[in-house]
Structures are given as C-alpha cells and as structure tokens.
C-alpha cells in the first residue's frame, strides 16, 4: 500500500475563506486534481486531515467523487496539545503526527489547496516503492515556479548536493519576487535565486518519520506552550531527522507548473490554468 495525505485542516486566513472546498471547474475542487494525478500513479488509498466543521461538506464533495477508492478523515483539532487553549492549528507537522496510528505504510504527504503537476506523483510513487534505508524523499520545485503575484508566500528552502540528497531547509515565510532572477524573503531581507529548489508541501515518507516527528513536538510544545501563533512544520522534523538520526532526504527535480491559492486574488489564476488544462485532455470535466 501507498498512502496520499491530504493536509486540509488550515484556516485559510490569507485567502479569507475555506479553500479546501473551493469550486475550481465543474465543482471540482483543487485537491481533486491531487487525488487524481495520484491514482493514475498507482497511490490506492487516501487519507484527508480536516477539521470536524468541514466534516460533511468534505464527505459528500468526495464520496461523489470517488467512490472507488479508501478514504480515511482525521481531524487536527482531536489532536490538539491537553491543557492549551488556541484557535490556529499547531502546524504542517502537527497535522502529519495525526496519521500515526492510522497510516503503518509509505505515505506521500501534500497540501489541499495546491496543483503539483503529474511526473511529481509518478516520481514520488517510485521512489517510495524502492528499498532506500533511511532515506526520505520531497518534490523540488523551482522557485521561480511557486510565487505568487499577490503577495508574499512560505517556502521551504532546499540546499542540495550534486546527487540531490538535501543539505538544509529553512523556511523562508515572506518571499517575494524582485527581478528576473532573484527573490527576497521580507521576514531576514535574505536574497534567493529564482533557480532554487523550494519544498512546496510534497514529502515521501515511511512511518518512522512520525515516531521521530512525536518526540519532537513534545519538545516544541513544552518551548512554545505560551505562543499562540507557533508552528510545527514538517521542514523542522526533516532537519532533526537528517541531523539527529543520519536519514538523508533525496530531492526529486520536478519541472512541472505548480500553483496554489494562498490569497484570493489567486483563485482566477488557478482556475485559467485548470481549464486549460481540461481543455488539453489532461483531466476529465467531472470526476
């Protein structure tokens, strides 16, 4: 078994309103390009992290959809650190520790809200399928591909060596295009190339990963209890595990158009490219 997750618990607080569900073409929401895309590459089961008040509306847009396949929900917020009063999720690696008792196999882990393109899921399906020992793997996508036009975004940075194996990821939380070949992140004023390889959310993972990630966020928690705006994001468990337990994570390069709605002003862009994409054949009208 290859597992799909699906990370749609967020708040949406940049793009003003629950995105996960957003009508993109026919009624199809974003994440159902996911769900496809992963299929066709031979994924066989689903797992969509969601909060309890998208519940039913989340169950009925998918059962109509794709009947034919396991999907398992899970709800970040039964997972909530005990004795902590927060309204924002704890974050990407939170909602990932969620899985652990339900996901016992290799798993692809992404966001609801963003296209990763197809050979992303072909690459991803391969290399989860092939005998790596301690080896993680993330979609690396370029940069220059992933801006938005309107406004800042996060991004994990990768520095990778000439075999594609990750040397470091930082999260870059306000990047921005300046020129034709350079990004700056507003939150350090750090300068990027438009030619870096950013983490878009696309991690392969075995389950040992959730063993590590629990022990983390216990210490996390115990750091940033008090801090209502903290996050646990999946970059962090990556780092530990590289630095603290010698697992490596291979960077699968990806040329593929990535787009995603972190603001509202996106949801036209996204929708063009949607259809043009349905218009080349690449997706059915309906799922």
Known sequence: MTTLVILAAGLGSRFGSDKQLENIHNGNALFDYSIYDALQAGFDN??????????????????SRFNNVPITYVYQDDFNPEGIERKKPWGTGHAMLCVKDIVKNPFLIINADDYYGKEGFRLMYEALNT????????????????????????RGICEVDENH?????????????INDTTAIDEATQTEYPLSTYVSMNF?????????????????????????????????????????????????????????????HEDLAMVKNEIEKLVAQGAYPEKF
């Open 203 to 263: 991690w392969g993972f075995t389950h040992e990963v959730l063993d590590l990630a629990e022990h983390f966020f216990q210490a996390f928690v115990a750091e940033h209890r008090h801090d209502p705006k903290a996050e646990f994001y999946i970059p962090m468990v990556v780092q530990h595990a590289i630095k603290d337990y010698g697992y490596r994570l291979e960077v699968l390069p990806n040329h593929d158009n990535w787009f995603g709605m972190t603001y």
């Open 165 to 177: 194996h990750l040397l470091s990821i930082n999260e870059a939380t306000k990047l921005r295009k």
């Open 131 to 154: 005998e790596k020992e301690k080896t993680f793997f993330s979609g690396g996508y370029l940069l220059k591909n992933t801006l938005s036009e309107n406004g800042t975004v996060s």
């Open 46 to 63: 689903i797992v969509l992290i969601i909060r309890h008040e998208i519940d039913e509306l989340t169950r009925q847009h998918l059962e």
